[in-house]
């Protein structure tokens, strides 16, 4: 995890890598992707590049996570290179609500890739169960809840049907908990 958060040095030599690498990367080398790899070299999928004044961060489905107003500058530390980004503040513990500039570093890429692939996985379950006659009427974190008739469907066809996935998450190992029946939805 260590490795695919990344950052800009690697054994006190500058070098940058995973996530944080090549988002900074990206953002001083404008019009080019910068591919995150995995420990063998291969792709892991994501990447960055920087187009105008905002830069992407290209998730294994496609979609595109954009950070607005990216900015790199030297912070004179060990730390090397510090990547900012205007966003929107929600939080109240960090000033009043409305645009900021923000800190962008490993952490916060790594939240963005995994809970935006999270996304694209569940988003891709509920469209297959859609299509098979489950009308998703909620989802709540990583469940998804049909209204279907009494009598009607199967647990294992919902269960096929949320479990497969899509053509880039192939060979991935998630699981699926139980399904239940009811009259009234409660967390599982």
């Known amino acids: 995890m260590v490795h695919f958060a990344g950052g800009q040095r690697k054994d006190w030599q500058p070098h940058m890598h995973g996530l944080e690498g090549m ?5 001083q080398c404008p019009d080019r992707w910068f591919p995150v790899l995995r420990l063998d070299g291969t792709p892991t999928g994501v990447q960055y590049g920087r187009w105008g004044d905002v830069l992407y961060c290209e998730l294994p489905s496609g979609r595109r996570i954009a950070y607005h107003r ?3 500058r030297d912070t004179g530390t060990w730390r090397g290179l510090e990547l900012t980004y205007e966003g929107y503040n929600t939080n109240q513990k960090k000033g009043p609500p409305g645009w900021m500039t923000m800190p962008l570093y490993a952490g916060v890429l790594a939240n963005n890739v995994v809970q935006g692939t999270a996304r694209d996985i569940q988003r891709h379950a ?3 169960l859609e299509r098979g006659g489950y009308p998703v009427v909620l989802h709540v974190y990583d469940e998804d809840v049909s209204e ?3 009598g009607w ?3 294992t066809e919902f269960e ?4 497969t996935m899509p053509a880039w998450a192939q060979g991935w190992p998630i699981g699926l908990g139980d399904t239940w029946r009811g009259r009234r ?3 599982a």
């Open 148 to 150: 279907i008739p009494q």
């Open 70 to 72: 990216p900015r790199v």
């Open 153 to 155: 469907g199967s647990d």
């Open 126 to 128: 509920i469209l297959s």
């Open 23 to 27: 988002a900074l990367l990206a953002a």
């Open 160 to 163: 096929r049907l949320m479990g």
């Open 185 to 187: 939805y409660r967390k």
